[in-house]
């Protein structure tokens, strides 16, 4: 159980471009999801936090206008990285925390973003 | 100071040692605490949860915290080389706020 799958695993766009991110869980209802961001050899960086149907909470430093995130079911939520640029070039990874799971988080497989 | 310290290794180990991978924090408000394994470009995988000072074992894991020292470990015995990986340590406060903070990582490698 508590397993949570990202969509794409890897996208190379080209600058200037928006990318989608989705992420699901798949056997359980996340009311809460998490986006983080890790760079090469460093920890995970929490973004923003969302609950469905709520707007997400975004941690400071990160730009709301330009990582749009929508969760929208108990089962979705996504990450759109606007007007792309190379140094938005990461590893992006979800995670899920679902009703009744107690403050335990489950990592999506990330998505590896390449913005030439 | 940082919220949570961890060694970032590397730490290289042969086939059946024990492994002790450790963190510290500063932030007493932290109430849980949890240890992730991630794979080279792989999302992190929930090892071990614990929410009290003590010891907690699944399998060839040993999760302990000491809370009056701020201090928490992982213990892997008889390690083998699939237990290569980056060791997450990671810590909430509880309430409504869910997020976690993350240690570094700590990079294990075993070795046949």
């Known amino acids: 159980g508590a397993v949570v799958s990202q969509h794409p695993s890897r996208v190379i766009c080209k600058s200037g471009t928006s990318v989608k991110i989705e992420c699901r869980s798949l056997?359980?209802?996340?009311?809460?999801m998490f986006w983080y961001r890790q760079f090469p050899k460093q920890s995970l960086m929490l973004m923003a936090t969302?609950?469905?149907?709520?707007?997400?909470?975004?941690e400071q430093g990160v730009e709301k206008d330009k990582f749009l995130i929508n969760h929208a079911s108990l089962t979705l939520s996504t990450l759109t990285v606007t007007s792309a640029h190379p140094e938005d070039s990461s590893f992006y990874i979800c995670?899920?925390?679902?009703?009744?799971?107690?403050?335990?988080?489950?990592f999506g497989p990330g998505t590896r973003l390449t913005v030439l | 100071q940082k919220e949570v310290e961890q060694d970032p290794g590397p730490l290289s180990v042969p086939e059946g040692a024990i492994v002790s991978l450790n963190c510290t924090y500063s932030?007493?408000?932290?109430?849980?605490f949890m240890w992730y394994r991630q794979y080279s470009r792989k999302g992190p995988e929930l090892l071990m949860y614990?929410?009290?000072?003590g010891n907690k074992e699944d399998g060839r894991f040993t999760a302990q915290v000491d809370k009056s020292s701020k201090y928490i470990s992982l213990f892997i015995r008889d390690s083998q080389p699939s237990d290569s990986a980056t060791y997450l340590c990671?810590?909430?406060?509880?309430?409504?706020?869910?997020?976690?903070?993350f240690g570094k990582g700590t990079l294990l490698t075993v070795n046949p």
């Open positions: 614990t929410y009290s000072s």
């Open positions: 969302s609950n469905e149907g709520s707007k997400a909470t975004y």
């Open positions: 995670s899920a925390r679902g009703q009744g799971q107690g403050n335990e988080q489950f």
């Open positions: 990671a810590m909430g406060s509880g309430g409504s706020n869910y997020k976690l903070t």
């Open positions: 932030n007493s408000a932290f109430q849980y």
């Open positions: 056997d359980f209802q996340a009311t809460t």
